[in-house]
């Protein structure tokens, strides 16, 4: 699994799947569903019907970028 370039992060809509944020965090999706199941994602992500969805704001603020652009 590849990581995003900052152009690609920054240009994340308000939020993404978990899939998405996990490949931006640079962890694969097994383990980004593993951490989630224990409540340990290091963002928050909220369950929408069968997904999860993640904020990009506190995503990018994590990788030490800023939403603003």
Request: charged share 20%; aromatic share 4%; glycine share 8%.
């Amino acid at each position: 699994m590849v990581g995003m370039t900052r152009a690609e992060l920054l240009e994340l809509p308000v939020a993404i799947d978990l899939v998405t944020a996990a490949r931006a965090l640079g962890i694969g999706r097994t383990r980004a569903f593993e951490l989630i199941r224990r409540g340990e994602f290091p963002v928050p992500a909220v369950r929408v019907g069968a997904t999860w969805r993640v904020p990009t704001a506190p995503l990018l603020q994590l990788l030490g970028l800023s939403a603003d652009r």
